[in-house]
């Protein structure tokens, strides 16, 4: 078969970044590397794309081998190239990131890479330009998560909107009015009150509540206005 002539090997591989959030703070999914470089040390879960599958395929084989299940949200990020990423050979990673709800995906995280759940504001140092992959993506999911109900991904099917509140809280560092919040993101007709409550916090408790899949997937615009000053995330 023909080749291109002059050409250098540059292999191709995918890193994914694993976002969770357990009720109380948003996480990082890591697990230690097994081989050197780095043999030992914190990184993201990624691989190399074989030969008769693409990026997309990729990235679901390796989360799927770390959580065991299919369908979890995932999205491709940006591609990293720096010439010297990787001490033992060129190499270029398409990295995606995920949205995980932490209480329904711990019992399927498998032990052989010994993964671990990090605070995202307590993260160990990572190898090669991982830390510079997670950054990226925290950046990208505050623009989207301003902009559509993106973080909804990250929540059990049941939900309060004190838990609510914490998530978007944790994903931009900041707290929120509780009525002005309440009132904003019941004003997007995107959740169904249920009858019961949790009542873990308090004796009154708060109602749970549900995303109402059929308009999520219709109006993903809708929480434009949730977030002050939107338009300016980048």
């Known amino acids: 078969m023909t080749r291109y002539q002059k050409q250098s090997r540059v292999l191709a591989a995918v890193d994914c970044i ?11 999914l890591l697990i230690k590397r097994g081989f050197e470089p780095e043999k030992g040390n914190w990184s993201l879960m990624g691989g190399f794309i ?15 081998s770390l959580t065991g299940l299919d369908g979890v ?30 209480l329904k995906y711990e019992k399927q995280l498998t032990d052989e890479y010994h993964a671990e759940w990090f605070p995202l504001n307590k993260l160990p ?15 990208k999911l505050r623009y989207k998560a301003a902009l559509h109900p993106i973080l909804f991904e990250l ?27 309440a009132r904003k993101v019941l004003s997007t007709k995107l959740l169904i009150k249920q009858s019961d ?13 549900k995303l109402d899949l059929k308009n999520y997937e219709a109006d993903f615009q809708a929480f434009l206005n949730i977030i002050p000053n939107a338009h300016l995330l980048r």
């Open 18 to 28: 694993i976002f969770g959030f357990d009720g109380q703070q948003l996480k990082l």
């Open 50 to 64: 074989q030969a008769a599958e693409g990026p997309d395929e990729a990235a679901s084989r390796i989360l799927k």
């Open 73 to 102: 949200y995932l999205e491709q990020l940006a591609t990293f190239g720096s010439p010297d990423r990787d001490p033992i050979e060129r190499t270029i990673s398409i990295a995606y990131f995920a949205l995980i709800d932490i």
């Open 125 to 139: 140092r990572l190898i090669f330009d991982h830390e510079q992959m997670v950054m990226s993506a925290r950046e």
């Open 155 to 181: 929540l059990p099917e049941k939900f309060t909107l004190p838990q609510l509140q914490i998530l978007y809280e944790s994903m931009y560092d900041t707290k929120f009015d509780k009525r002005n919040f």
């Open 197 to 209: 409550k949790d009542k873990s916090g308090s004796k009154r408790g708060a109602f749970y509540y």
